[in-house]
């Protein structure tokens, strides 16, 4: 029994040390500890869960932190996989997509990204109510997995990381300022021509 109980705890060390985690047994500890969240649509039930999720991880999200996270679009499509039209039941395909941005000093975008998830369930034609239902907890397993994934996401942002975003996001931004005031100089520099005048008949 003592054998068996260290040989237990001798692999969980080695696991750890490896990097595995159990699935809801790690922590969701992050490098960011305030975080701005925002989205099309404030009160969706994907940014609350996300909220929630990153309040009970320490991070501070409140309006003016370091970064903003921005839940830019979020959509869902459906499609029939298999249809069997004896029973009137039907397979059908859920996928919804999440795109984000990660924003940080002045506003500039540090990354844009998705996540997406996929899940199966079954529509009986017979049972309309009992479908419906199944449907409604499939959507509610996708939210708590798109969660999940952009916790991992926001898990392997290191400081030094962040810091790189920034500073490729600021040379961009001189970039793009340089270019724009090359243009107005162009601009004023290049002689308007005059309207051509029509002698009146």
């Known amino acids: 029994m003592i054998k068996r109980n260290l040989l237990?705890?001798?692999?969980?060390?080695?696991?750890?040390?490896c990097g595995f985690q159990l699935r809801g047994t790690g922590t969701n500890e992050l490098s960011i500890k305030e975080l701005d969240?925002?989205?099309?649509?404030?009160?969706?039930?994907?940014?609350?869960?996300?909220?929630?999720?990153?309040?009970?991880?320490?991070?501070?999200?409140?309006?003016?932190?370091?970064?903003?996270?921005?839940l830019t679009n979020?959509?869902?499509?459906?499609?029939?996989?298999?249809?069997?039209?004896?029973?009137?039941?039907?397979?059908?395909?859920?996928?919804?997509?999440?795109n984000y941005a990660l924003e940080g000093q002045n506003d500039t975008r540090l990354l844009e990204d998705k996540l997406q998830v996929q899940k199966y369930?079954?529509?009986?034609?017979?049972?309309?109510?009992?479908?419906?239902?199944?449907?409604?907890?499939?959507?509610?397993?996708?939210r708590r997995d798109l969660v999940q994934g952009?916790?991992?996401r926001l898990q392997q942002l290191t400081p030094e990381?962040?810091?790189?975003?920034?500073?490729?996001?600021?040379?961009?931004?001189?970039?793009?300022?340089?270019?724009?005031?090359?243009?107005q100089r162009i601009q004023d520099e290049t002689p308007q021509q005059s309207p051509m005048e029509v002698p009146a008949p």
Do not use: W
């Not at 969240?37 to 320490?58: C, D, F, I, K």
């Not at 009986?124 to 397993?141: C, F, K, L």
């Open 37 to 70: 969240l925002g989205a099309r649509n404030q009160y969706g039930p994907t940014v609350m869960q996300l909220r929630r999720t990153l309040e009970s991880s320490g991070v501070n999200v409140h309006a003016g932190a370091p970064y903003k996270l921005v």
């Open 121 to 142: 369930y079954i529509h009986d034609g017979n049972n309309i109510n009992g479908s419906g239902q199944e449907a409604n907890q499939v959507r509610e397993e996708m």
């Open 74 to 98: 979020e959509q869902e499509n459906q499609r029939a996989a298999t249809y069997d039209g004896g029973s009137r039941s039907a397979e059908y395909e859920l996928t919804i997509v999440l």
């Open 8 to 17: 237990v705890m001798g692999l969980a060390v080695l696991l750890s040390a």
């Open 161 to 183: 990381h962040l810091d790189e975003l920034q500073r490729k996001a600021n040379l961009r931004a001189e970039a793009e300022a340089r270019a724009m005031q090359e243009a």
């Open 150 to 152: 952009m916790m991992a």
